[in-house]
């Protein structure tokens, strides 16, 4: 059998290279753990990194519990103090122990101060509702057929339509 040799004729990953600077970096901001700087999006949930960024962790005098420092904007920060506890557990999680005792949320433009010049990914805007397939369309003009007024028609016509719509794809609620 032949010895495999390297492919990679003397070249490195640049995740490899970048390793020892993030470090460098992050444990400059007193994050521990630069995983939960990278991979922010998988830590916090889709919809929480949407909106915040961590900034920093701070350690008391006592060393008991650090504090997390979030940057979000001001119309998003209600939403995510509502979520603080359940952020804290899953930030935890990364740490392996209670490392986080506090979130701090700080509030700022999205392209602010020097620790605000991250521009928060938007979701992208929906185009509107998927029209109804032509068989629940003639599905819903049939049962309205009897309806005499040519306004009300169409629009229950629209409604069943989507009605039908929903049921067969299983998102009714």
Same mark, same amino acid.
Request: charged share 25%; hydrophobic share 40%.
């Given at each position: 059998?032949?010895?495999?040799?390297?492919?990679?004729?003397?070249?490195?990953?640049?995740?490899?290279?970048?390793?020892?600077?993030?470090?460098?970096?992050?444990?400059?901001?007193?994050?521990?753990?630069?995983?939960?700087?990278?991979?922010?999006?998988?830590?916090?949930?889709?919809?929480?990194?949407?909106?915040?960024?961590?900034?920093?962790?701070?350690?008391?005098?006592?060393?008991?519990?650090? %504090? +997390?420092?979030?940057?979000?904007?001001?119309?998003? &920060?209600?939403? /995510?103090?509502?979520? $603080?506890?359940?952020? @804290?557990?899953?930030?935890?999680?990364?740490?392996?122990?209670?490392?986080?005792?506090?979130?701090?949320?700080?509030?700022?433009?999205?392209?602010?101060?020097?620790?605000?010049?991250?521009?928060?990914?938007?979701?992208?805007?929906?185009?509107?509702?998927?029209?109804?397939?032509?068989?629940?369309?003639?599905?819903?003009?049939?049962?309205?057929?009897?309806?005499?007024?040519? %306004? +009300?028609?169409?629009?229950?016509?629209?409604?069943? &339509?989507?009605? /039908?719509?929903?049921? $067969?794809?299983?998102? @009714?609620?």
């Amino acid at each position: 059998m032949a010895m495999r040799r390297a492919s990679t004729k003397g070249f490195k990953r640049t995740a490899s290279l970048l390793t020892g600077r993030i470090r460098q970096a992050s444990e400059s901001r007193g994050f521990a753990q630069s995983r939960l700087l990278t991979d922010w999006a998988e830590v916090a949930g889709a919809d929480v990194a949407a909106i915040a960024r961590p900034v920093e962790v701070s350690y008391g005098r006592g060393g008991m519990g650090a %504090t +997390l420092t979030l940057l979000t904007t001001g119309a998003q &920060a209600p939403m /995510l103090e509502m979520q $603080k506890d359940q952020l @804290r557990e899953r930030v935890n999680a990364v740490y392996g122990y209670n490392a986080i005792a506090r979130i701090r949320i700080t509030q700022t433009a999205a392209t602010g101060f020097a620790d605000g010049q991250v521009a928060f990914e938007h979701r992208p805007k929906n185009a509107g509702p998927a029209q109804p397939a032509p068989e629940m369309t003639q599905a819903a003009a049939d049962v309205v057929a009897p309806v005499e007024d040519e %306004t +009300l028609r169409a629009a229950l016509e629209r409604l069943g &339509a989507h009605i /039908l719509t929903k049921e $067969k794809q299983g998102t @009714r609620t």
